[in-house]
């Protein structure tokens, strides 16, 4: 209580040794399991992906017709990136993560969580459903807009209005993505494209010979709303779940519970706030946490720092302040007494004055999010815009190298899919120093994990094509020019992942921030500038050339441009540590070329090329230890030690 309202001096109890956690912290532990459960998921999606382009490619090969058809596929690309894997999440997030904390510290008036979802998910279906019906009216205008030069218009145009209804389903599956993400709960969302590839398979088996190519833009329309099914269920447990932690189920009365997890205790036998650990009647416990103490010494709300009889605390985050002065919203940022903050950010504001608390739905930052979203995946629409002009299968060539070259990116990508939601929430709490600790690591950890695959893809790229693609309608030409493709592409996966962890660091703040969409629309004027100067003399390798290009240029820009306005990265520090692993890849690549070439057959080739990159850029990575590498054999064991499952409980 509050020392005005103290009833008389009470013995403090010395601190314990560990420092307190703020609510919104989680263990090192909890973050390795949950990027290894995304991790094998993405995995699985990705097998996946790739017997979806082998179904395509085994059925339709690599002509006008697949041409036509990936055409379409360009609605359900722009939407997977505005509503799933950018757009929607960059916005989402953080204001989950915003309304969670404000649940947290148990903010008076209805739940912020279930207030945000009834102001923005009725609003946004509307919007969706609105250009979804657009789309399929606007179909040939849309064509003619992407590719002008397609042999083959109608087919295109009956595929589009197909795909175009995955506007919908895809914007219900990001929204249900991104709440999950913020709740900490990871396994129906890494399970989306496992369900949406399985669906598309399914159906261009089914009806490849009845509808042609049209069965695969179906089993893309169908595919939306199974990324949907699969994770309403666990949305709504956690929606209709109490504000305050508990699960709706009765209980006796006097029978108390542990905070809202369903352990049971006898009446008037006392807890230690939830978590199970009984003591005796009349001693007090630190609010949850399984400290004792003396009976009536006063802790911090649940977090096991003593303190001064009449001192009162952050909301329970154990840091002390005067009798009277009040904190922001309990995270332990001090200001006079009387003066609120907007929800807990730590920014200072008239006492009284109220914030909105879903003002990450603000106009700026939505429109800020979709300019950049649309700027990054409008580098696929200048591939097909400058291909379609090209002879017959230019496209088709561009979008297999692009989705295996995309492989090692994607996992990649799981560690701040995973972190994500961590540093809004660190950011939400004030702690920004977290933040920046967090992201440091990952883009060193993301660089290490793209690169080798680099290496590994642009050593081995002709085997690689062979072994997945050449059957059925595929020739052995389209296994060549899909070989030349991807090597050059895959100079640029370091660019893509990068932007893909950068942009976070700005969005992560729930502000607009203009400064993403401005270098993404100087890397786009790059992108088109090298590919109409390139397409001529080399055709669709000279397209993946400037799409590298673009992209990099716009990954180094983002990283010069942190500061003080997204998470302060220390530049300098990440500059340094992403040399080592290219180091590390340009050795890796020039064995496993070395390898491959040593072996007859595709198969041959790419093992050896694959073992020589990976053995050459694991033994680099150790010796210029990158990211940390040396420590790594130590901490991962024990961190996977115990059963996904038990630590995951989120994702239940």
């Known amino acids: 209580m509050d020392a005005a309202a103290g009833s008389g001096p009470r013995p403090a109890v010395p601190a314990p040794a560990s420092a307190p956690r703020s609510p919104g912290a989680v263990s090192g532990r909890f973050l390795a399991r949950a990027t290894l459960l995304s991790a094998a998921l993405s995995m699985a999606a990705a097998v996946l992906g790739l017997g979806r382009d082998q179904a395509l490619a085994h059925l339709f090969g690599a002509g006008a017709e697949t041409d036509a058809f990936l055409v379409a596929w360009t609605v359900p690309e722009m939407a997977s990136t ?36 009834a102001a923005s998910l009725p609003r946004l279906c509307l919007a969706l459903a609105v250009a979804a019906a657009l789309l399929v009216l606007g179909a040939p205008l849309l064509v003619a807009f992407l590719a002008p030069g397609l042999s083959d218009p109608s087919l295109a145009v009956a595929c589009t209005r197909l795909t175009a209804t995955c506007v919908l389903s895809f914007g219900l599956a990001g929204y249900c993505s991104a709440a999950l993400r913020a709740h900490r709960s990871y396994l129906a969302p890494g399970a989306i494209y496992i369900a949406y590839n399985a669906v598309i398979i399914a159906t261009m088996v089914v009806l490849a010979a009845r509808w042609g190519v049209r069965a695969a833009a179906l089993g893309v329309a169908l595919g939306g709303c199974a990324m949907a099914l699969a994770q309403a269920p666990s949305l709504w447990r956690r929606l209709a779940r109490r504000p305050g932690g508990g699960s709706g189920v009765p209980r006796a009365a006097g029978a108390d519970r542990h905070g809202g997890h369903g352990v049971t205790r006898a009446a008037g036998a006392d807890r230690d706030g939830g978590h199970g650990v009984a003591r005796a009647a009349g001693a007090d416990r630190d609010g949850g946490h399984g400290v004792a103490r003396a009976a009536g010494a006063d802790r911090d709300g649940g977090h096991g720092v003593a303190r001064a009889a009449g001192a009162d605390r952050d909301g329970g985050h154990g840091v002390p302040r005067a009798a009277g002065a009040d904190r922001d919203g309990g995270h332990g940022v001090p200001r006079a007494a009387g003066a609120d903050r907007d929800g807990g950010h730590g920014v200072p504001r008239a006492a009284g004055a109220d914030r909105d608390g879903g003002r990450a739905f603000t106009v700026g930052l939505v429109c800020a999010v979709l300019l950049f979203a649309v700027g990054r995946q409008s580098q696929v629409l200048i591939e097909r815009y400058f291909a379609s002009g090209l002879p017959a299968g230019a496209i088709s060539h561009l979008n297999y190298a692009q989705k295996v070259a995309q492989l090692p990116m994607s996992l990649a990508m799981m560690v701040c899919v995973v972190t994500f939601p961590v540093v809004a929430r660190a950011i939400a709490e004030g702690d920004v120093r ?67 962890a950068l942009v976070r660091s700005y969005f992560s703040t729930g502000r607009a921030s203009w400064y993403p969409p401005a270098v993404m629309g100087i890397g786009v004027v790059a992108t088109i500038g090298l590919s109409a100067w390139a397409v001529g003399p080399w055709g669709a390798r000279g397209i993946a050339g400037a799409n590298a290009a673009g992209i990099s240029l716009t990954a180094l820009l ?95």
């Not at 960059?90 to 279930?114: C, H, I, K, N, Y």
């Not at 990440?574 to 070329?593: C, E, I, M, N, S």
């Open 434 to 500: 977290r933040a920046r600790d967090r992201v440091e690591r990952d883009l060193t950890l993301m660089a290490c994990l793209v690169l080798l695959g680099t290496s590994v893809v642009v050593a081995c790229a002709p085997g690689i094509v062979h072994l997945l693609f050449q059957r059925g309608a595929f020739t052995a030409g389209d296994t060549a020019a899909t070989a030349a493709v991807m090597r050059v592409y895959a100079l640029g996966l370091l660019g893509h992942t990068l932007v893909g």
């Open 558 to 652: 983002l990283l010069l441009g942190l500061g003080p306005q997204s998470v302060p990265v220390r530049i300098p520090r990440v500059a340094g540590a992403l040399a080592r692993p290219v180091a590390a890849a340009v050795g890796a690549t020039t064995a496993g070329l070395a390898g491959a070439g040593l072996a007859d057959g595709p198969a041959a080739s790419t093992a050896a090329g694959c073992a020589c990159a990976s053995v050459v850029f694991l033994a680099l990575a150790w010796l210029l230890n990158a990211t940390g590498v040396r420590s790594l054999p130590f901490p991962v064991p024990h961190s996977v030690r115990s059963p996904l499952t038990r630590k995951l409980r989120h994702g239940r």
């Open 82 to 117: 505005l509503l799933i894997e950018d757009g929607m999440a960059f916005v989402l997030v953080p204001a989950f993560s915003l309304a969670l904390a404000q649940r947290g510290r148990g903010t008076p008036g209805p739940d912020p969580v279930r207030a945000l979802v």
